[in-house]
Protein backbone atom coordinates (compact mmCIF):
# COMPACT_ATOMS: atom_id res chain seq x y z
CA UNK A 1 0.00 0.00 0.00
CA UNK A 2 1.46 3.27 -0.87
CA UNK A 3 1.88 5.65 1.55
CA UNK A 4 3.01 9.22 2.39
CA UNK A 5 3.32 10.37 5.84
CA UNK A 6 3.90 13.64 7.52
CA UNK A 7 5.59 13.71 10.75
CA UNK A 8 2.76 15.16 12.98
CA UNK A 9 -1.13 15.04 12.73
CA UNK A 10 -1.04 18.83 15.14
CA UNK A 11 1.34 21.44 15.89
CA UNK A 12 0.95 24.40 18.23
CA UNK A 13 3.86 27.13 17.89
CA UNK A 14 4.74 30.37 19.04
CA UNK A 15 5.31 33.34 16.63
CA UNK A 16 8.60 33.67 15.66
CA UNK A 17 9.18 30.17 16.16
CA UNK A 18 11.00 28.50 13.01
CA UNK A 19 8.93 24.94 12.17
CA UNK A 20 9.95 22.35 10.36
CA UNK A 21 6.92 19.70 9.10
CA UNK A 22 8.37 16.59 7.71
CA UNK A 23 7.07 14.38 4.75
CA UNK A 24 8.02 10.79 3.96
CA UNK A 25 7.00 8.47 0.76
CA UNK A 26 7.68 5.30 -0.16
CA UNK A 27 6.83 5.12 -3.65
CA UNK A 28 10.31 5.82 -5.21
CA UNK A 29 8.35 9.31 -6.29
CA UNK A 30 10.29 11.83 -8.52
CA UNK A 31 8.04 14.83 -7.30
CA UNK A 32 7.07 15.78 -4.23
CA UNK A 33 4.87 18.77 -2.91
CA UNK A 34 3.74 20.90 -0.36
CA UNK A 35 0.21 22.30 -0.20
CA UNK A 36 -1.63 24.71 2.29
CA UNK A 37 -5.06 24.40 2.49
CA UNK A 38 -7.49 27.30 4.04
CA UNK A 39 -11.24 27.07 3.64
CA UNK A 40 -12.71 28.42 0.79
CA UNK A 41 -9.50 28.51 -1.60
CA UNK A 42 -8.76 25.07 -1.68
CA UNK A 43 -5.25 23.84 -2.08
CA UNK A 44 -2.26 25.91 -3.07
CA UNK A 45 0.72 25.14 -3.89
CA UNK A 46 4.02 26.81 -1.41
CA UNK A 47 6.86 24.78 -2.99
CA UNK A 48 7.23 21.55 -5.56
CA UNK A 49 10.57 19.26 -5.73
CA UNK A 50 11.23 17.06 -8.73
CA UNK A 51 14.64 15.77 -7.53
CA UNK A 52 16.72 15.75 -4.73
CA UNK A 53 18.02 19.16 -3.91
CA UNK A 54 15.68 20.37 -6.93
CA UNK A 55 13.04 23.43 -5.55
CA UNK A 56 11.10 25.26 -7.13
CA UNK A 57 8.25 27.74 -6.05
CA UNK A 58 4.37 27.49 -6.24
CA UNK A 59 2.12 30.03 -6.05
CA UNK A 60 2.61 30.90 -2.12
CA UNK A 61 6.43 30.21 -1.49
CA UNK A 62 6.36 33.55 0.60
CA UNK A 63 7.65 32.83 4.18
CA UNK A 64 8.23 29.67 3.59
CA UNK A 65 11.26 27.39 2.32
CA UNK A 66 12.18 23.96 1.79
CA UNK A 67 14.73 20.93 1.68
CA UNK A 68 15.17 17.45 -0.40
CA UNK A 69 18.05 16.09 1.01
CA UNK A 70 16.80 12.27 0.23
CA UNK A 71 14.39 11.33 -2.27
CA UNK A 72 11.95 9.80 -0.06
CA UNK A 73 11.76 13.01 2.43
CA UNK A 74 10.41 16.96 1.61
CA UNK A 75 10.43 19.18 4.31
CA UNK A 76 8.95 22.33 4.59
CA UNK A 77 10.43 25.11 6.90
CA UNK A 78 8.69 28.22 8.26
CA UNK A 79 11.60 30.76 8.97
CA UNK A 80 9.81 32.86 11.91
CA UNK A 81 6.34 31.22 11.72
CA UNK A 82 3.64 33.82 12.03
CA UNK A 83 -0.37 33.54 12.89
CA UNK A 84 -1.66 33.83 9.30
CA UNK A 85 0.49 30.85 8.38
CA UNK A 86 -2.35 28.90 10.73
CA UNK A 87 -3.60 26.53 8.33
CA UNK A 88 -3.61 23.08 7.38
CA UNK A 89 -0.45 21.86 5.08
CA UNK A 90 -0.78 19.17 3.11
CA UNK A 91 2.22 16.81 1.18
CA UNK A 92 1.84 15.35 -1.79
CA UNK A 93 4.29 13.35 -4.28
CA UNK A 94 3.65 11.85 -7.97
CA UNK A 95 5.46 9.63 -10.07
CA UNK A 96 7.01 11.80 -13.27
CA UNK A 97 4.81 10.94 -16.28
CA UNK A 98 1.94 9.93 -14.51
CA UNK A 99 0.51 13.15 -12.40
CA UNK A 100 -1.68 11.17 -9.95
CA UNK A 101 -0.83 12.62 -6.52
CA UNK A 102 -0.67 10.56 -3.40
CA UNK A 103 -0.91 12.74 -0.26
CA UNK A 104 -0.58 12.46 3.33
CA UNK A 105 -2.96 12.53 6.14
CA UNK A 106 -2.41 16.59 6.38
CA UNK A 107 -0.60 18.20 9.44
CA UNK A 108 -3.03 21.05 11.14
CA UNK A 109 -0.26 24.06 12.53
CA UNK A 110 -1.75 27.19 15.23
CA UNK A 111 0.73 29.35 15.37
CA UNK A 112 0.05 30.88 18.55
CA UNK B 1 -2.64 30.90 -16.67
CA UNK B 2 -3.71 27.41 -16.15
CA UNK B 3 -6.81 27.51 -13.61
CA UNK B 4 -9.36 24.99 -11.90
CA UNK B 5 -12.82 26.42 -11.38
CA UNK B 6 -15.40 24.81 -8.99
CA UNK B 7 -18.44 27.28 -9.02
CA UNK B 8 -20.36 25.65 -6.19
CA UNK B 9 -18.83 26.66 -3.09
CA UNK B 10 -21.14 24.33 -1.01
CA UNK B 11 -24.36 22.23 -2.40
CA UNK B 12 -26.68 19.92 0.01
CA UNK B 13 -28.78 17.68 -1.83
CA UNK B 14 -31.48 14.77 -0.01
CA UNK B 15 -30.19 11.16 0.45
CA UNK B 16 -31.40 9.23 -2.49
CA UNK B 17 -30.81 11.92 -4.87
CA UNK B 18 -28.47 12.56 -7.80
CA UNK B 19 -25.45 14.47 -7.47
CA UNK B 20 -23.66 16.74 -9.63
CA UNK B 21 -20.90 19.03 -9.07
CA UNK B 22 -18.96 21.18 -11.54
CA UNK B 23 -15.77 22.09 -12.46
CA UNK B 24 -14.26 24.07 -15.72
CA UNK B 25 -10.30 24.57 -16.23
CA UNK B 26 -8.42 26.66 -17.88
CA UNK B 27 -5.17 24.98 -19.26
CA UNK B 28 -3.78 25.55 -23.62
CA UNK B 29 -3.54 21.32 -24.21
CA UNK B 30 -6.05 18.50 -23.00
CA UNK B 31 -4.33 18.32 -19.14
CA UNK B 32 -4.81 15.16 -17.07
CA UNK B 33 -7.96 15.65 -14.87
CA UNK B 34 -9.31 14.36 -11.03
CA UNK B 35 -11.65 14.55 -9.00
CA UNK B 36 -10.57 13.71 -5.11
CA UNK B 37 -12.65 13.67 -1.87
CA UNK B 38 -11.70 14.82 1.36
CA UNK B 39 -13.28 13.37 4.64
CA UNK B 40 -13.36 15.52 7.68
CA UNK B 41 -9.95 15.93 9.28
CA UNK B 42 -8.71 13.42 6.28
CA UNK B 43 -6.12 13.71 3.60
CA UNK B 44 -7.19 13.72 -0.07
CA UNK B 45 -8.80 10.45 -1.37
CA UNK B 46 -8.52 9.78 -5.47
CA UNK B 47 -11.89 9.20 -6.50
CA UNK B 48 -11.13 9.26 -10.44
CA UNK B 49 -8.97 10.24 -13.11
CA UNK B 50 -8.94 11.24 -16.67
CA UNK B 51 -5.61 10.75 -19.34
CA UNK B 52 -7.22 10.20 -22.68
CA UNK B 53 -9.99 7.79 -24.40
CA UNK B 54 -13.26 7.25 -23.07
CA UNK B 55 -14.51 10.81 -21.84
CA UNK B 56 -16.83 9.26 -19.60
CA UNK B 57 -14.51 7.59 -16.08
CA UNK B 58 -15.99 5.49 -13.19
CA UNK B 59 -14.29 6.02 -10.14
CA UNK B 60 -14.55 4.39 -6.94
CA UNK B 61 -17.63 4.78 -4.47
CA UNK B 62 -20.39 5.04 -7.39
CA UNK B 63 -19.12 8.47 -8.76
CA UNK B 64 -18.73 8.84 -12.46
CA UNK B 65 -17.43 12.36 -14.56
CA UNK B 66 -17.54 13.31 -17.52
CA UNK B 67 -14.74 15.09 -20.49
CA UNK B 68 -16.38 17.66 -22.34
CA UNK B 69 -13.69 19.05 -24.62
CA UNK B 70 -15.81 21.92 -26.05
CA UNK B 71 -16.65 23.17 -22.75
CA UNK B 72 -13.32 22.41 -20.72
CA UNK B 73 -15.40 21.53 -18.06
CA UNK B 74 -14.87 18.00 -15.97
CA UNK B 75 -18.37 17.54 -14.01
CA UNK B 76 -18.48 14.82 -11.02
CA UNK B 77 -21.62 12.97 -10.71
CA UNK B 78 -23.67 10.19 -8.97
CA UNK B 79 -26.86 8.57 -9.48
CA UNK B 80 -27.65 8.19 -5.48
CA UNK B 81 -25.98 9.79 -2.84
CA UNK B 82 -25.64 8.22 0.84
CA UNK B 83 -25.15 9.92 3.44
CA UNK B 84 -21.11 8.99 3.75
CA UNK B 85 -20.51 11.28 0.89
CA UNK B 86 -20.60 14.20 2.67
CA UNK B 87 -17.49 15.48 2.44
CA UNK B 88 -15.42 18.39 0.17
CA UNK B 89 -14.92 17.28 -3.04
CA UNK B 90 -11.98 18.90 -4.98
CA UNK B 91 -11.19 18.96 -8.81
CA UNK B 92 -7.65 18.84 -10.17
CA UNK B 93 -5.78 19.50 -13.38
CA UNK B 94 -2.63 18.08 -14.42
CA UNK B 95 -0.25 19.45 -16.09
CA UNK B 96 2.52 18.27 -18.66
CA UNK B 97 5.62 19.26 -17.32
CA UNK B 98 8.82 17.24 -16.04
CA UNK B 99 7.57 18.12 -12.17
CA UNK B 100 3.88 16.58 -13.12
CA UNK B 101 2.38 19.73 -11.49
CA UNK B 102 -1.16 19.43 -9.63
CA UNK B 103 -3.42 22.39 -9.90
CA UNK B 104 -6.82 22.44 -7.37
CA UNK B 105 -9.82 24.06 -7.62
CA UNK B 106 -11.63 25.94 -4.20
CA UNK B 107 -13.50 22.80 -3.39
CA UNK B 108 -16.94 22.35 -3.37
CA UNK B 109 -18.41 21.03 0.16
CA UNK B 110 -21.14 18.59 0.01
CA UNK B 111 -23.82 18.46 2.64
CA UNK B 112 -26.78 15.14 2.56
CA UNK B 113 -30.20 15.98 3.85
CA UNK B 114 -31.57 12.80 5.69
Known amino acids: DVKVTQSSRYLVKRTGEKVFLECVQD?????MFWYRQDPGLGLRLIYF???????EKGDIPEGYSVSREKKERFSLILESASTNQTSMYLC???????????FGQGTRLTVV | AQSVTQPDIHITVSEGASLELRCNYS??????LFWYVQSPGQGLQLLLK??????LVQGIKGFEAEFKRSQSSFNLRKPSVHWSDAAEYFC????????????FGSGTRLSIRP
Open chain 1, 49 to 55: SYDVKMK
Open chain 1, 27 to 31: MDHEN
Open chain 2, 92 to 103: AVGLYSSASKII
Open chain 1, 92 to 102: ASTRTGNTEAF
Open chain 2, 50 to 55: YFSGDT
Open chain 2, 27 to 32: YGATPY
